[in-house]
């Protein structure tokens, strides 16, 4: 059974730092990993979607990269802002096998910009 | 197209009545999935359809719960006799195969 673990549960960095989140999943045979953003109370925002085949996706002052063999990912935001504050999760769809193709999502990392 | 829609966005409702939540996915998504997702979690997965099939179904859900896709399009999630502990936030996301997800605002139940 595939598990998703975000390492630290909550962290707290001054405005202008660049920083990393990080997620790691046990069963390395994924179809791809993505990393959503949520908002207090709100649904979930795709960021990123990162295919098994590649290495790292880039949005903006976002970057994530995976490594599937040792079951790692990670998400770089650079240059911190107030508005980065937010639940971040990682969630991973395991490779294609009929009637499995479904996200097991992590617990997240509560994000909070200090300004 | 503006994306996934979920309706309501609140529901409080007393211990033992029925609820009906609505997804409208992205008309050309033919995968449809709900979540639930309690506070300090992430979601867990309740169920998937593709088109109108329904693919598969968590344990978590429930004799009380059922889910519809009429046509692959909209979704229902109904909740029979709620009980506390169904009080969560239920999230749907859709999707065309396995190209990302797409999630809806989501409904918040409460069950008083």
């Known amino acids: 059974k595939q598990e998703v673990t975000q390492i630290p549960a909550a962290l707290s960095v001054p405005e202008g730092e660049n920083l990393v989140l990080n997620c790691s999943f046990t069963d390395s045979a994924i179809y791809n990993l993505q990393w959503f953003r949520q908002d207090p109370g709100k649904g979930l925002t795709s960021l990123l979607l990162?295919?098994?085949?590649?290495r790292e996706q880039t949005s903006g002052r976002l970057n994530a990269s995976l490594d599937k063999s040792s079951g790692r990912s990670t998400l770089y935001i650079a240059a911190s802002q107030p508005g980065d504050s937010a639940t971040y999760l990682c969630a991973v769809e395991p490779s294609s096998n009929f009637g499995n193709e479904k996200l097991t999502f992590g617990t997240g990392t509560r994000l909070t910009i200090i300004p | 197209d503006t994306g996934v829609s979920q309706n309501p966005r609140h529901k409080i409702t007393k211990r033992g009545q029925n609820v009906t939540f609505r997804c409208d996915p992205i008309s050309e998504h033919n995968r449809l999935y709900w979540y639930r997702q309690t506070l300090g979690q992430g979601p867990e997965f309740l169920t998937y359809f593709q088109n109108e099939a329904q693919l598969e179904k968590s344990r978590l859900l429930s004799d009380r719960f059922s889910a519809e896709r009429p046509k692959g399009s909209f979704s229902t999630l109904e909740i029979q006799r709620t009980e506390q502990g169904d009080s969560a936030m239920y999230l749907c996301?859709?999707?065309?195969?396995?190209?990302?997800?797409?999630f809806g605002s989501g409904t918040r139940l409460t069950v008083v």
């Open positions: 990162i295919q098994s085949s590649q």
């Open positions: 996301a859709s999707s065309r195969d396995s190209y990302g997800y797409t």
